[in-house]
Every structure is written in structure tokens, then in C-alpha cells.
């Protein structure tokens, strides 16, 4: 039975693959995911009909169907929401991401097949449109590390925490290239808060993990980058969130994890290196190390002050 995520319109529209002058594509920036992973696909549609396209109105317009290798349609977790409106003028094209994974049950390991039917409700014109399919792979990590740790939350009356726990989880890809995850969940593994990619990484990588009186998570993890000189330093908070993410380079000497008495968590030794995947994103200004003062002095005519280049911010 096929699953729709907006509620029924009672007039029959005709329905199209892909329409002469509308066509619908979904496209994801990868292939494969781990369970619970924020699974995000585009629905990419592109407008040579000559006129304005008007969607997003109610949740209505867009509705996804997913169906595992055996031809099942997988169950439906929750309505999605798919409101929000935006139009497309002729001859040009939009994309707008949605997140499916919390919507449709992709917990077990396989393969999946994505397609989206879009409809179009202009004056004079209905018309439904469908996508083509996006096949998506859910594979499972092997588990090098855990930490259980406790959260205080609002709804604890007597004050005992919440525990939960970290995982670190190494995964092949078909690539031939290896990635890590970070899984953040409750410490019976039921209920998952939050799983997502730390870096890529190899099977000889150096890794520490530390976490500090917060219980802020800090992996400094050796990357395949810069010839394995590159590390991730990157630090999650108790709800999976990324809080920082930096660079270290290892050239002169190799990075390191180190606590202080009053229980935080810094690098040590290495090379901080920037780049554009920081969290926070450092800006240009930041980055340029202050220009020295010049030395203040009497200037003759005989020996003029020399005119020196100054950093521009």
C-alpha cells in the first residue's frame, strides 16, 4: 500500500514520470548512512513550462514513498511536514532538502529506494509529477568506543541524572574509504539522540577521547589528510550537537589531548591549521596575525622614515 505523507485531494489528476516541461530529480550528497543519521534529500524540480510555479502552499504538494529491496514499502514514523512556500519562474529550477530519516522506519540494514511525487495546482492546470529514484544504502558501524555519563534534566525531581552514552563507530564504505560517527543515545541503546560523521579516517589512526567536566565529548581524530598529518579536533555536547571543530597539523610535532585541574579540555603540541570546515568559522581579519608596531622616532632630512607594508585587514 502506497503511503502518502499529505492528506488526500479528491480530484483526479493525471499522473506523469516526469512531465515534458516539469521534471522532478532527488539527489543526496551520498549514498550510504547509518542508522538514525540525519538523511537529508533534495527535491530538485525544474520549470520549462513557460510560466511561474507556485508549490509549498499546504503539506499537499510533495509526498514521498520509500521501499526497501523486496518491494516493501517501509512504515511511516510520523507526518512529515512539507509546508512552506516558494515558487519557480521559468526557465529556472529550486532545490529544497528534507530531512527523511525521522519520518520513515530506515533502521535496518539494506537497501532503500526514494521517489517523491510533486503535484502542480496552477489555474487551469493540475497536474502530478514524479521523480526518479534515489537509491540509498543503510549499513552498520563496527563500535571502538564507549562512555556512559550522566545529563541533569529539568524533569529529574529528585535531582539523580539521566544516563546516557557515547559511541564511537568506524564504518567501510564502498569507497574502500573508512569514516567515523559519533552516536549519542540512552544508555539501554532504545532511544538515539543524534548520529552523525565525524571525519574520515584509517585503520592505523591515532584517536583520544576525553571528556571534560561537562561532559562535553573531545576527539582529537588523525585524518587520511595531508598525508595522515591533518587531525580533527571536534567536541559534542550531551545531545550529539557539534560545538567545535578544528584543524591540528602534526608536521613538527604530533597533537594531543590534555586536562587541566579544573576538569577542561585542550589540544596541546601540533599546529592549529584553518580551514573552511571550522566550527566556528574563523574570519579572514581573525586569521591574520596583528601587524608589529613601528618603532616611534626623530626623522630627518638626511635619513627619511621608511615607508613599510602593513597587513590589510
Same mark, same amino acid.
Given at each position: 500500500?502506497?503511503?502518502?505523507?499529505?492528506?488526500?485531494?479528491?480530484?483526479?489528476v493525471?499522473?506523469?514520470?516526469?512531465?515534458?516541461?516539469?521534471v522532478?530529480d532527488l539527489?543526496?550528497?551520498?549514498?550510504?548512512?547509518l542508522?538514525?543519521?540525519?538523511? !537529508?534529500? $533534495?527535491?530538485?524540480?525544474?520549470?520549462? +513550462?513557460?510560466?511561474?510555479?507556485?508549490?509549498?502552499r499546504?503539506?499537499?504538494? =510533495? &509526498?514521498?514513498?520509500?521501499q526497501?529491496?523486496?518491494?516493501?514499502?517501509?512504515g511511516?514514523?510520523?507526518?512529515?511536514?512539507?509546508?512552506g512556500?516558494?515558487?519557480?519562474?521559468?526557465?529556472?529550477?529550486?532545490?529544497?532538502?528534507?530531512?527523511?530519516?525521522?519520518?520513515?522506519?530506515?533502521?535496518?540494514?539494506?537497501?532503500?529506494?526514494?521517489?517523491?511525487t510533486?503535484?502542480?495546482?496552477?489555474?487551469g492546470?493540475?497536474?502530478t509529477?514524479?521523480?526518479?529514484?534515489?537509491?540509498i544504502?543503510?549499513?552498520?558501524?563496527?563500535?571502538?568506543?564507549?562512555?556512559?555519563?550522566? !545529563?541533569? $534534566?529539568?524533569?529529574?525531581?529528585?535531582? +539523580?541524572?539521566?544516563?546516557?552514552?557515547?559511541?564511537?563507530?568506524?564504518?567501510? =564504505? &564502498?569507497?574502500?574509504?573508512?569514516?567515523?560517527?559519533?552516536?549519542?543515545?540512552?544508555?539501554?541503546?532504545?532511544?538515539?539522540?543524534k548520529?552523525?560523521?565525524?571525519?574520515?579516517?584509517?585503520?592505523?589512526s591515532?584517536?583520544?577521547?576525553?571528556?571534560?567536566?561537562?561532559?562535553?565529548?573531545?576527539?582529537?581524530?588523525?585524518?587520511?589528510r595531508a598525508?595522515?598529518?591533518?587531525?580533527?579536533?571536534?567536541?559534542?555536547?550531551?545531545?550529539?550537537?557539534?560545538?567545535?571543530?578544528?584543524?591540528?597539523n602534526?608536521?613538527?610535532s604530533r597533537?594531543?589531548?590534555?586536562?587541566?585541574n579544573?576538569?577542561?579540555?585542550?589540544?596541546?603540541?601540533?599546529?592549529?591549521r584553518?580551514?573552511?570546515?571550522?566550527?566556528?568559522?574563523?574570519?579572514?581579519?581573525?586569521?591574520?596575525?596583528?601587524?608589529?608596531?613601528?618603532?616611534?622616532?626623530?626623522s630627518?632630512?638626511?635619513?627619511?622614515?621608511?615607508?613599510?607594508?602593513?597587513?590589510?585587514?
Amino acid at each position: 500500500m502506497r503511503v502518502f505523507l499529505a492528506l488526500a485531494v479528491l480530484v483526479l489528476v493525471p499522473v506523469c514520470a516526469q512531465s515534458a516541461v516539469v521534471v522532478v530529480d532527488l539527489v543526496s550528497q551520498q549514498e550510504e548512512y547509518l542508522p538514525n543519521e540525519e538523511l !537529508v534529500v $533534495g527535491v530538485r524540480i525544474a520549470n520549462q +513550462s513557460g510560466r511561474t510555479l507556485h508549490f509549498g502552499r499546504d503539506n499537499a504538494w =510533495l &509526498m514521498f514513498d520509500v521501499q526497501a529491496l523486496d518491494s516493501k514499502h517501509v512504515g511511516i514514523m510520523q507526518e512529515m511536514p512539507v509546508k512552506g512556500e516558494f515558487k519557480i519562474e521559468s526557465p529556472m529550477r529550486a532545490v529544497r532538502p528534507f530531512n527523511i530519516a525521522p519520518y520513515f522506519d530506515m533502521t535496518r540494514s539494506g537497501r532503500y529506494f526514494v521517489t517523491a511525487t510533486v503535484e502542480i495546482r496552477e489555474p487551469g492546470w493540475r497536474e502530478t509529477v514524479q521523480s526518479n529514484s534515489l537509491k540509498i544504502d543503510i549499513v552498520r558501524g563496527a563500535t571502538v568506543w564507549q562512555r556512559d555519563f550522566g !545529563v541533569i $534534566g529539568a524533569n529529574a525531581s529528585d535531582g +539523580s541524572p539521566e544516563i546516557r552514552r557515547y559511541t564511537l563507530q568506524k564504518v567501510n =564504505l &564502498m569507497n574502500n574509504r573508512m569514516k567515523m560517527y559519533l552516536r549519542v543515545s540512552s544508555q539501554d541503546e532504545t532511544k538515539v539522540y543524534k548520529v552523525r560523521p565525524i571525519d574520515y579516517t584509517m585503520s592505523f589512526s591515532r584517536k583520544e577521547l576525553r571528556l571534560d567536566k561537562y561532559n562535553n565529548l573531545h576527539i582529537l581524530l588523525q585524518t587520511p589528510r595531508a598525508i595522515a598529518r591533518d587531525y580533527n579536533y571536534s567536541v559534542f555536547g550531551a545531545d550529539g550537537r557539534l560545538i567545535l571543530r578544528q584543524t591540528h597539523n602534526a608536521d613538527f610535532s604530533r597533537p594531543a589531548l590534555s586536562s587541566d585541574n579544573q576538569g577542561l579540555v585542550r589540544v596541546k603540541g601540533g599546529q592549529r591549521r584553518y580551514a573552511r570546515s571550522d566550527v566556528p568559522q574563523i574570519s579572514p581579519k581573525e586569521k591574520q596575525p596583528a601587524a608589529k608596531p613601528e618603532p616611534e622616532g626623530p626623522s630627518t632630512e638626511a635619513e627619511p622614515k621608511k615607508l613599510t607594508s602593513k597587513a590589510v585587514d
